[in-house]
């Protein structure tokens, strides 16, 4: 497998990455597909990188990270999305990816970090699976629909 940094010029494929990835993980994210490619582009633009997973010249994923730091001189790189096609899972690509990502790509000497939604078990078993343990769980108090 080989990778690539994707550019603005990729918005359109990751967009459209990010739409299966964001119905897979029954997310609850309703934007459209203009809004997910310009959060998609002002990231890209700002401070987040994105790597196009390839066999044999066709993308089978991507991730979408950026760094972070959590006290002064900490720093840790936060995977915001990970995402395997559909027609290739089941066959080592996430593991691979998460390997490129975590050894040629991000250096090994800092932590990675990223959310699973709590209802993702099939993410919440590969992170496990590959390597990752929980740190702790975020709670959230949705908005009440005004009255």
Known sequence: MTYRFATLDDIGLLTALNEQLIED???SN?????QL???LAGW????YLAV???KSGTVVGYALY???ER???????????????REHRRRGIGREAVRLLSSEIIPRTQHLVL?????NDIGRKFWKAVGFSEHCITLELPPSESS
């Open 25 to 27: 993980e029954k997310s």
């Open 30 to 34: 309703s934007m459209t597909t203009e």
């Open 37 to 39: 490619a310009q959060r």
């Open 44 to 47: 890209l633009s700002d401070n």
């Open 52 to 54: 196009l997973f390839e």
């Open 66 to 68: 950026c760094t972070g």
């Open 71 to 85: 006290a002064p001189g900490e720093i840790f790189y936060f995977i915001r999305q990970f995402f395997v096609c």
């Open 115 to 119: 959310d699973v939604l709590v209802h």
